[in-house]
């Protein structure tokens, strides 16, 4: 397999991590919004053991390949949280601006 067509897991997760701030930033002012109440990703990974034993996940992109019977199906199951300003975490968030509006449904005229 390429190097080229794998990432590790944790840099996959940080990846994930700034494609939904970039999609909260570009919300902002919008009528539109969206509350994040879990996030599901399915990944096709390979275990990957170093010289020193430590065991890590290799992400597969796209034209990489293993044998079978080394690869697997990770599914991970995120709930985001949100840091506030007091430092603690917040669950019900939208992914939007911090602007308060009336509840609506639909386009506002």
């Known amino acids: 397999m390429s190097a080229d067509h794998s990432i590790g897991l ?10 939904l701030l970039a999609a909260s930033e570009s919300g902002a002012g919008s009528d539109m919004r969206f509350r994040i109440s879990s ?22 992109g796209l034209g990489a390949s293993y044998q079978s019977a080394t690869t697997q199906t990770l599914t991970l199951k995120l709930e985001p949280l949100w840091r506030k300003p007091d430092g603690s975490y917040a669950i019900d968030f939208a992914v939007s601006d911090q602007q308060e509006l009336p509840a609506t449904f639909g386009p506002r005229s």
């Open 39 to 60: 996030i599901d990703v399915s990944l096709q990974v390979a275990a990957t053991k170093e010289g020193n034993g430590k065991i890590g996940w290799t992400v597969l």
């Open 10 to 19: 944790a840099e996959a997760i940080a990846a994930l991590r700034q494609e």
